[in-house]
T-cell receptor, first 114, second 112 residues
Framework: DSGVTQTPKHLITATGQRVTLRCSPRSGDLSVYWYQQSLDQGLQFLIQYYNGEERAKGNILERFSAQQFPDLHSELNLSSLELGDSALYFC?????????????FGPGTRLLVL | GDSVTQMEGPVTLSEEAFLTINCTYTATGYPSLFWYVQYPGEGLQLLLKATKADDKGSNKGFEATYRKETTSFHLEKGSVQVSDSAVYFCALSDRGSYIPTFGRGTSLIVHP
């Protein structure tokens, strides 16, 4: 158990819909990262927050947005869903945001768009 | 930009065989290097890491040495077990950027 929790574990929805994925980092971790894992694209970095502020953006679509709240939990919002958005979405956290920091991953949310 | 290249899988071995999973990287700065492991149905977890040249990371019998001259961080284990069956990801984190870069992962299957 990494100490990072993600809800829900599974999500099935339809194209065009909007969903929210939630992540609670390990106690004391200030940095939260979101990743998308799919068979064809591998593990793709989406976005990072540090202590409530967005710090880095990766391959995140404009239809996707995220935020980190004062209690440090984070939410990833996916809208106008397409079939290709079906994937595993992971959240990870780390104490700081330095290059040598270990990331602790949650169990993931499996999203299926029908 | 930064990139990580791992050998294609799956790698299929018999129990007690020697394991090598190759990883090479390209980075503009002086990165930290990581191996993460993903067991079926779980998230990734850190296996080992190295933050400077010639450092050796080790954990659970796995080892990898940071080779700056060959820009490599190959993962090795002397005797694999069935329980080592998982997907292994090589990753780097460059000091100039906080965006981590992961390889595509190498699936390891160990047969009894």
């Amino acid at each position: 158990d990494s100490g990072v929790t993600q809800t829900p574990k599974h999500l099935i929805t339809a194209t065009g819909q909007r969903v929210t994925l939630r992540c609670s980092p390990r106690s004391g971790d200030l940095s939260v990262y979101w990743y998308q894992q799919s068979l064809d694209q591998g593990l793709q970095f989406l976005i990072q927050y540090y202590n409530g502020e967005e710090r880095a953006k990766g391959n995140i679509l404009e239809r996707f947005s995220a935020q980190q709240f004062p209690d440090l939990h984070s939410e990833l919002n996916l809208s106008s869903l397409e079939l290709g958005d079906s994937a595993l979405y992971f959240c990870a956290s780390s104490v700081q945001q330095g290059a040598g920091e270990t990331q602790y991953f949650g169990p993931g949310t499996r999203l299926l768009v029908l | 930009g930064d990139s990580v290249t791992q050998m294609e899988g799956p790698v299929t071995l018999s129990e007690e065989a020697f394991l090598t999973i190759n990883c090479t990287y390209t980075a503009t700065g002086y990165p930290s290097l990581f191996w993460y492991v993903q067991y079926p149905g779980e998230g990734l977890q850190l296996l080992l890491k190295a933050t400077k040249a010639d450092d050796k990371g080790s954990n659970k019998g796995f080892e990898a040495t940071y080779r700056k001259e060959t820009t490599s961080f190959h993962l090795e284990k002397g005797s694999v077990q069935v329980s080592d069956s998982a997907v292994y990801f090589c990753a780097l984190s460059d000091r100039g950027s906080y965006i981590p870069t992961f390889g595509r992962g190498t699936s390891l299957i160990v047969h009894p």
